[in-house]
């Protein structure tokens, strides 16, 4: 069950119609995709939009985290199984106004919806495609922060 602030905070950043968006636009399957990003490429792509990720090797996940008013807005990226999907999950905490939450973009989509839409990973199949993709949830990220 999320949080009611954390609630209030994607509605005003229409977190659910951005992500469906994202979704319709990449939801074609990377048929034959051999294209597996390296850390190298994740960085590269994340650096040149002027963030800076720490690359967790053990759980294999990139993270970059801001504070916003005294609120950490945490956003951690992987590419569970082969790789050609991404999973986005986003963290939020303000220990002052008892705020603490957050999830998979995919659960946070269902669970604002009340399970009526389906969310699922974006899956993409070579480099051009993931920067599309990690440039659209970058500005969600920006507009959560906005809205935090």
């Known amino acids: 069950m999320l949080e009611e602030r954390l609630k209030i905070i994607l509605n005003e950043s229409n977190f659910v119609s951005s992500y469906k968006s994202l979704q319709e636009e990449f939801d074609a399957p990377a048929k034959n995709a051999e294209y597996v990003p390296s850390q190298k490429d994740v960085l590269e792509i994340l650096n040149s939009k002027n963030y800076k990720a720490q690359y967790f090797a053990s759980e294999k996940f990139y993270k970059i985290a801001d504070t916003v008013n005294g609120t950490l807005v945490q956003l951690n990226l ?18 002052n106004e008892n705020l603490k939450g957050g999830g998979p973009f995919t659960l946070l989509v269902s669970s604002l919806t009340d399970n009526e839409y389906q969310a699922k990973r974006i899956p993409f199949s ?3 495609q993931l920067e599309k993709i990690l440039e659209r949830i970058l500005i969600m990220y920006e507009s959560i922060k906005k809205h935090v």
């Open 126 to 128: 070579n480099k051009d």
């Open 78 to 95: 992987a590419f569970p199984g082969s790789g050609h999907k991404i999973e986005c999950i986003l963290y939020v905490e303000n220990k």
